[in-house]
């Protein structure tokens, strides 16, 4: 890095690298505290593992089955926590698991386990179903040696949007937040301790060094390039999930069906999500470079549909079927290489001198992996009053709009009660949903949009005015950072969209400085990136040039 094109910049408490949920999760807390973090993300932000997991907010019924009772009980008052803080981000979700003979757990074995779970969540949270129950409940499900089943609950996220709610409240209370800057190096004094962190823009290639006493390695499956391992042997394994992604009316449901894949024993599951119906997942080693986006084999698709088949033999469905697949990479920590889907989610902290790594863990826990990582930069950090209120007001917005959102709620759905949020009538249900991703920033949404807005996007449930706020206020540097994270339109519209590009051009044209030839690369771009990521497998065409 040349000396004459670093900037040098303000200090900030500590630094955060890397913007997926672990990162945000941090910089939420560091905000909370008082502290003045600046979080940087190479990519975009939720460009990694955190927009494309299964979407659980779970206790994780198999750690369980392993024993590690304290992992679950942690991930299960996580859910119950995330329930009651964000509705409408992180909604309740109910599971059925049809039980066989000879083939997966006994209802036994499954009993035990709920009983527990509920136990762990305070609540009884878990049914038996009888067989006749099972088939009225799972229209098509396989019959043969079929003995009954069990239902239980859980919760579901958007996980993008809950990386960005956290970074932008985040922002909104103080703190900074850079995506499409990646941190390059970790700056020393003669003792070792951190003094900062040199960073580039990954767009003009400048470079700046910003100072810190702290930094905080938050970037998942890439921890070991900046901090690598300090216990001999025991190193990142990145393993890679894929799902595949259909339309909800093949199959509509409600619920989760979770079984057990006749190749392998692991759980798969069938889920329904914003309308969409997805299946997966599997666990593999990924070969791949991990700076690159992952996608599926046909392999993991061949494997999915199989599970699909012996679990509802009669759906008439096929890849043929398939939208759009999204597959990502598991930041898992290993050491004896044991089958994938038998490695440890837990997650580890590494100190060195002001560098914290915090990598492992879950969607579902991000808060404790932010606690550990908090109380390892403790020493490090000034002593500001715990909960301090940071500087942008964002809590009392947020309490006028709760209290707006709430009503309309109570007084069916009419967002004339919301505060700004003008003379449309959404159903209760889409109020909480713009709640819980967006928070105080409706407000913002609502100022920007207007009645016919607050429409749904084709056969979506996103609305255009989530386009629009994206576009103008979420910080997005590519068409694609727009359709795939601040709202998941690639992944539910045919083509990832791209049938409806005009209109989309046309709505969102006016929040953005594009010019025509700006918005061509990046219709271009996207494309590409859909094809070679998102596409179904097995209609990957040859990416542009
Ligand atoms: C298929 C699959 C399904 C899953 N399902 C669930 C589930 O249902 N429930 C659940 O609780 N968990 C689930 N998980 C686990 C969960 O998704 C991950 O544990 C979590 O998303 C990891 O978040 P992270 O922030 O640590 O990593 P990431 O989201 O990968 O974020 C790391 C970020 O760091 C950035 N970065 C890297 N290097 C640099 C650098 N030098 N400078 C700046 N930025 C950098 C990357 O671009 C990346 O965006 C699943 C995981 C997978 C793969």
Same mark, same amino acid.
């Given at each position: 890095m040349k000396e004459d094109r670093i900037s040098i910049e303000k200090r900030y408490d %500590? $630094?955060?690298? &890397? &913007? +997926? $949920? =672990? &990162?945000? !999760? $941090?910089?939420?807390?560091?905000?909370?505290? !008082?502290?003045? /973090?600046?979080?940087?993300?190479?990519n975009d932000f939720a460009w990694g593992t955190s927009s494309r997991s299964s979407k659980m907010v779970h206790g994780g019924l198999r750690y369980l089955k392993e024993g590690k009772f304290l992992l679950t009980r942690a991930a299960v008052r996580e859910r119950q926590r995330l329930l009651s803080v964000y509705p409408g981000l992180v909604d309740p979700l109910n599971f059925i698991m049809p039980l066989y003979d000879g083939h997966g757990p006994s209802m036994g074995a499954m009993k035990f386990g709920l009983s527990l779970y509920s136990l762990m969540a305070g609540e009884k949270q878990h049914e038996i179903f009888s067989r006749a129950q099972i088939l009225g409940q799972v229209p098509k499900v396989c019959q043969t040696s079929l003995l009954s089943g069990v239902g239980f609950k859980d919760a579901q996220v958007d996980d993008a949007r809950l990386v960005l709610r956290l970074i932008f409240d985040g922002c909104d209370q103080g703190g900074v937040a850079q995506n499409y800057t990646r941190a390059t190096a970790i700056g020393r004094n003669a003792k070792g301790d951190v003094t900062g962190v040199h960073l580039k823009d990954t767009r003009t290639g400048q &470079? #700046?060094?910003?100072? =810190? /006493?702290?930094?905080?390695?938050?970037? +998942?499956?890439?921890?070991? =390039?900046? *901090? /690598?391992? /300090?216990?001999? +042997?025991? *190193?990142? #394994?990145? %393993?890679? !999930?894929? *799902?595949?992604?259909?339309p909800g009316k093949l199959y509509p449901m409600d619920r989760v069906i979770s079984f057990i894949h006749p190749q392998d024993n692991r759980a798969v599951f069938l889920f329904p999500w914003e309308g969409c119906l997805v299946l997966g997942t599997t666990d593999v080693d990924h070969k791949g470079d991990v700076s690159k986006e992952p996608c599926i084999t046909k392999e993991e698709a061949d494997y999915l549909m199989e599970g699909l088949a012996h679990i509802l033999p009669d759906l008439k469905v096929s890849l043929a079927d398939c939208i759009a697949s999204i597959a990502g990479v598991r930041p898992i920590l290993s050491k004896k290489k044991v089958a994938a889907s038998k490695e440890s989610r837990e997650h580890v902290v590494w100190k060195e001198g002001g560098l914290i790594t915090v990598t492992g863990g879950k969607l579902t826990t991000f808060q404790l992996l932010a606690r550990d990582a908090m109380k390892a930069a403790q020493k490090y950090l000034p002593r500001y009053p715990k909960n301090k209120p940071g500087p942008g007001g964002g809590a009392g917005a947020e309490s006028t709009l709760k209290s707006g959102l709430k009503k309309g709620i109570e007084y069916g759905g009419s967002t004339e009660s919301v505060p700004g949020l003008g003379p449309g009538r959404l159903s209760p249900k889409a109020i909480l949903r713009l709640w819980g991703r967006y928070g105080a920033r409706v407000l913002d949404m609502a100022a920007i949009c207007c009645e016919e807005d607050f429409t749904p996007i084709g056969t979506t449930q996103t609305l255009w005015a989530e386009l629009c706020h994206g576009a103008r206020h979420e910080q997005i540097r590519h068409l694609s950072d727009l359709l795939l994270r601040r709202v998941r339109i690639g992944l539910f519209l045919p083509h990832g969209g791209m049938d409806m590009i005009a209109e989309i051009q046309a709505r969102i044209g006016p929040h953005l400085a594009w010019d025509d030839a700006r918005w061509a690369r990046e219709k271009k771009a996207y494309e590409r990136v859909w094809q070679d990521a998102y596409a179904p497998p097995g209609r990957r065409m040859k990416s542009p040039k």
């Open positions: %500590l $630094v955060i690298v &890397g &913007g +997926g $949920v =672990t &990162g945000a !999760g $941090v910089f939420h807390a560091a905000v909370q505290r !008082g502290l003045c /973090p600046l979080l940087v993300e190479a &470079g #700046r060094l910003v100072k =810190t /006493p702290v930094v905080i390695n938050a970037t +998942g499956a890439f921890a070991e =390039t900046l *901090h /690598p391992s /300090p216990v001999k +042997g025991f *190193h990142i #394994r990145p %393993l890679r !999930g894929s *799902h595949l992604i259909f």
